[in-house]
T-cell receptor, first 114, second 110 residues
Framework: DSGVTQTPKHLITATGQRVTLRCSPR?????VYWYQQSLDQGLQFLIQ???????AKGNILERFSAQQFPDLHSELNLSSLELGDSALYFC?????????????FGPGTRLTVT | GENVEQHPSTLSVQEGDSAVIKCTYS??????FPWYKQELGKGPQLIID?????GEKKDQRIAVTLNKTAKHFSLHITETQPEDSAVYFC?????????FGAGTRLTVKP
């Protein structure tokens, strides 16, 4: 158990809809990262927050957004969903903002868009 | 940006044999190289990492080597066991930019 929690575990929704994925980092970790993993694909970095502020952006679509709250939990919002958005979404946390440090991954949220 | 290539994409070994997975990276500014193991239905788990000021690191049956000049690093698993079967990802990181390899599916046959 990494100490990172993600909810929900599974999510099934229709095209055009909007969903919110939630992540709680390990106790004490200020950095949260979001990744997308499509079927048989590697991990694609989406976005990083550190202590409430956006720190780095990867291949995140404009339809996607995220935020980190004062209690350090983070939410990833996916809107106008398309079939191709079906994937596993992971968050990871780290005590360090630089990215050059261990990241601890949550169990993921499996999103299915029908 | 950084580009990480990982080989092979699949690897099958007999229990007790060694397994080697290789990765190359493109940006010499990368200074942190973690390896993750992902079992079916779970999130990636950090198994070992190495920083650019170190050439080799070992943890029981797992070792990682780094060649900065050639920009490649490798994961070595000795005395493989069936529970080592999983997908392994390498990554290369510089400040605010971590890139992952595409993964290697390792199967250890009993």
């Amino acid at each position: 158990d990494s100490g990172v929690t993600q909810t929900p575990k599974h999510l099934i929704t229709a095209t055009g809809q909007r969903v919110t994925l939630r992540c709680s980092p390990r106790s004490g970790d200020l950095s949260v990262y979001w990744y997308q993993q499509s079927l048989d694909q590697g991990l694609q970095f989406l976005i990083q927050y550190y202590n409430g502020e956006e720190r780095a952006k990867g291949n995140i679509l404009e339809r996607f957004s995220a935020q980190q709250f004062p209690d350090l939990h983070s939410e990833l919002n996916l809107s106008s969903l398309e079939l191709g958005d079906s994937a596993l979404y992971f968050c990871a946390s780290s005590p360090d903002p630089s990215g050059s440090y261990e990241q601890y991954f949550g169990p993921g949220t499996r999103l299915t868009v029908t | 940006g950084e580009n990480v290539e990982q080989h092979p994409s699949t690897l099958s070994v007999q229990e007790g044999d060694s397994a080697v997975i290789k990765c190359t990276y493109s940006d010499s500014a990368s200074n942190y190289f973690p390896w993750y193991k992902q079992e079916l239905g779970k999130g990636p788990q950090l198994i070992i990492d190495i920083r650019s000021n170190v050439g080799e690191k070992k943890d029981q049956r797992i070792a990682v080597t780094l060649n900065k000049t050639a920009k490649h690093f490798s994961l070595h698993i000795t005395e493989t066991q069936p529970e080592d079967s999983a997908v392994y990802f390498c990554a290369a990181s510089m400040p605010n930019d971590m890139r992952f390899g595409a993964g290697t599916r390792l199967t250890v046959k009993p």
